[in-house]
């Protein structure tokens, strides 16, 4: 079965090109002029990838990718002539995968499709292990030593958020960003720290002395990558 590509963009020239590129890789594509038809579309077929303009009529692209919420199940590249930085950045933060500026040259795109589509392939697995704790993403379940975590929902997006990628250094603006879906600007009730702080009395084995949630000062929390035996 192909990969079913969505284009959303109000320019038609612009849905064209991309769609002869796509169809000539081999993808089946389904076009949409905004966020509106973009959603009608969705419920109707089995979306594997969508390249999302941001300034369109109706609803716009950060409208759309915070009305599919968190059940969306694949990947999106925003497609944007709006180049600022914070543009950027919200975009990635609201969940696209990548974002590539306008104007664009047709075979990057094809080529950060294909990378996107191998990428979700080899995530897309049911279970995520570290250590002695394992996520299933397919119940959204995560578990210590085969017992259920009893998580409250910030706790379990962000340990979800954790486990996705262990070694990695989350920032404090980055994690704020992914749990409440607003701009950070200061954190001064600790907030972050009272949710880690939390999460660790569930996972470690010691919370005041904890290995698996690492602080990095000045930078944010990272969870230790742990292999099966340790």
């Known amino acids: ?38 959603i009608e579309l969705i419920s109707k077929s089995e979306v594997s990838l969508m390249i999302l303009d941001i300034m369109m009529p109706k609803m716009d692209g950060f409208e759309l990718i915070k009305k599919l919420g968190e059940e969306r199940n694949f990947p999106i ?15 990635l933060n609201l969940g696209a995968d990548d974002y590539i500026e306008k104007p664009f040259d047709p075979g990057e795109v094809l080529a950060r499709v294909m990378a996107s589509l191998r990428r979700v392939k080899k995530e897309n697995i049911r279970e995520i292990k570290n250590g002695n704790l394992i996520w299933n993403t397919e119940e959204r379940f995560i578990y210590k030593d085969g017992e259920k975590l009893d998580l409250t929902a910030k706790e379990y997006k962000l340990l979800s958020l954790l486990m996705k990628r262990p070694g990695k250094v989350f920032t404090k603006q ?33 919370p005041r002395g904890p290995k698996k949630i690492k602080t990095i000062r000045g930078i944010g929390y990272m969870l230790e990558k742990i292999n099966e035996d340790e």
């Not at 769609?19 to 089946?28: C, D, I, N, S």
């Open 1 to 38: 079965m192909k990969d079913l590509i969505l284009v959303v963009d109000d320019e038609k020239d612009l849905r064209d090109v991309l769609k002869l590129y796509l169809e000539t890789a081999g993808y089946t594509v389904l076009e949409a002029e905004n966020g509106i038809e973009a």
């Open 77 to 91: 590249i925003f497609l944007s002539a709006r180049t600022k930085v914070q543009d950027k950045i919200l975009g």
């Open 174 to 206: 980055e994690i704020y960003e992914f749990l409440w879906e607003e701009s950070y600007y200061n954190d001064d009730d600790n907030t972050i720290m009272v949710h880690i702080s939390k999460l660790r009395e569930k996972i470690e084995e010691n």
